[in-house]
Protein backbone atom coordinates (compact mmCIF):
# COMPACT_ATOMS: atom_id res chain seq x y z
CA UNK A 1 0.00 0.00 0.00
CA UNK A 2 1.57 3.30 -1.19
CA UNK A 3 1.49 5.54 1.84
CA UNK A 4 3.40 9.33 2.32
CA UNK A 5 3.66 10.17 5.99
CA UNK A 6 4.62 14.21 6.49
CA UNK A 7 5.74 15.25 9.63
CA UNK A 8 8.11 18.29 10.74
CA UNK A 9 5.48 21.27 10.92
CA UNK A 10 4.95 23.71 14.02
CA UNK A 11 5.10 27.32 14.74
CA UNK A 12 8.32 29.12 14.09
CA UNK A 13 9.26 32.59 14.27
CA UNK A 14 9.88 34.83 11.17
CA UNK A 15 13.58 34.18 10.63
CA UNK A 16 13.63 30.84 11.87
CA UNK A 17 14.01 27.29 10.42
CA UNK A 18 11.93 23.84 9.70
CA UNK A 19 12.68 20.63 8.27
CA UNK A 20 9.93 18.93 7.15
CA UNK A 21 9.67 14.69 6.05
CA UNK A 22 8.11 12.94 3.78
CA UNK A 23 8.39 9.55 5.01
CA UNK A 24 7.06 7.07 1.64
CA UNK A 25 6.27 3.03 1.83
CA UNK A 26 4.92 1.01 -0.30
CA UNK A 27 7.14 2.33 -3.20
CA UNK A 28 10.45 3.51 -4.39
CA UNK A 29 10.48 7.05 -3.75
CA UNK A 30 13.45 8.06 -5.26
CA UNK A 31 12.12 5.77 -8.71
CA UNK A 32 9.71 8.73 -8.33
CA UNK A 33 8.86 12.61 -8.53
CA UNK A 34 8.96 13.78 -5.16
CA UNK A 35 7.29 17.03 -4.61
CA UNK A 36 6.09 19.08 -1.51
CA UNK A 37 3.06 21.41 -1.69
CA UNK A 38 1.32 23.91 0.11
CA UNK A 39 -1.86 25.35 0.96
CA UNK A 40 -3.61 28.06 2.69
CA UNK A 41 -7.57 28.62 3.18
CA UNK A 42 -9.29 29.62 0.15
CA UNK A 43 -6.40 29.71 -2.03
CA UNK A 44 -5.43 26.98 -4.38
CA UNK A 45 -2.52 24.21 -3.51
CA UNK A 46 0.97 25.18 -5.51
CA UNK A 47 3.64 23.63 -5.94
CA UNK A 48 6.98 24.30 -3.53
CA UNK A 49 9.82 22.23 -4.52
CA UNK A 50 10.33 18.79 -6.36
CA UNK A 51 13.15 16.57 -6.79
CA UNK A 52 13.32 14.22 -10.11
CA UNK A 53 14.31 10.40 -10.26
CA UNK A 54 17.26 11.68 -11.32
CA UNK A 55 18.01 14.63 -9.06
CA UNK A 56 16.75 17.51 -10.58
CA UNK A 57 15.41 20.13 -8.12
CA UNK A 58 12.66 22.75 -8.69
CA UNK A 59 12.05 25.34 -6.51
CA UNK A 60 9.05 28.33 -6.67
CA UNK A 61 10.45 31.51 -6.97
CA UNK A 62 9.30 32.81 -3.39
CA UNK A 63 11.14 29.76 -2.35
CA UNK A 64 14.34 29.79 -3.97
CA UNK A 65 18.09 30.55 -1.88
CA UNK A 66 15.51 29.83 1.51
CA UNK A 67 14.14 25.91 0.80
CA UNK A 68 15.93 23.28 -0.38
CA UNK A 69 14.80 19.16 -0.77
CA UNK A 70 16.64 16.71 -0.28
CA UNK A 71 16.06 12.85 -0.23
CA UNK A 72 17.55 9.56 1.35
CA UNK A 73 17.56 6.78 -0.25
CA UNK A 74 17.92 4.42 2.22
CA UNK A 75 15.02 5.85 4.53
CA UNK A 76 13.29 6.31 1.85
CA UNK A 77 12.13 9.62 2.99
CA UNK A 78 12.09 13.30 1.06
CA UNK A 79 12.72 16.44 2.88
CA UNK A 80 12.06 20.52 2.82
CA UNK A 81 14.77 22.16 4.75
CA UNK A 82 13.40 25.73 5.29
CA UNK A 83 14.85 28.58 6.25
CA UNK A 84 14.69 32.33 6.97
CA UNK A 85 11.09 31.46 7.31
CA UNK A 86 8.96 34.34 6.49
CA UNK A 87 4.95 34.38 7.57
CA UNK A 88 3.53 34.17 4.16
CA UNK A 89 5.48 30.95 4.37
CA UNK A 90 2.51 29.96 6.47
CA UNK A 91 0.39 26.88 5.29
CA UNK A 92 -0.14 23.32 5.07
CA UNK A 93 2.73 21.68 3.23
CA UNK A 94 1.78 18.39 1.17
CA UNK A 95 4.20 15.73 -0.04
CA UNK A 96 3.17 14.10 -3.67
CA UNK A 97 4.61 11.12 -5.05
CA UNK A 98 4.20 10.45 -8.98
CA UNK A 99 5.84 7.58 -10.76
CA UNK A 100 4.30 4.71 -12.62
CA UNK A 101 1.14 3.53 -11.08
CA UNK A 102 1.73 5.64 -8.00
CA UNK A 103 0.55 9.09 -7.83
CA UNK A 104 -0.31 9.71 -3.71
CA UNK A 105 -1.15 12.57 -1.58
CA UNK A 106 0.16 12.64 2.13
CA UNK A 107 -2.15 13.94 5.17
CA UNK A 108 -0.62 17.26 5.69
CA UNK A 109 1.45 19.04 8.16
CA UNK A 110 0.98 22.81 9.04
CA UNK A 111 3.84 25.14 9.69
CA UNK A 112 2.87 28.80 10.66
CA UNK A 113 5.23 31.36 10.92
CA UNK A 114 4.47 34.57 13.38
CA UNK A 115 6.15 36.30 16.10
Known amino acids: QVQLVESGGGLVQPGGSLKLSCAAS????????MSWYRQTPGKERESVAHITSGGGTYYEDSVKGRFTISRDHAKNTVYLQMNALKPEDTAGYYC?????????WGQGTQVTVSS
Open 26 to 33: GFTSSSAL
Open 96 to 104: NAIGGSVNS
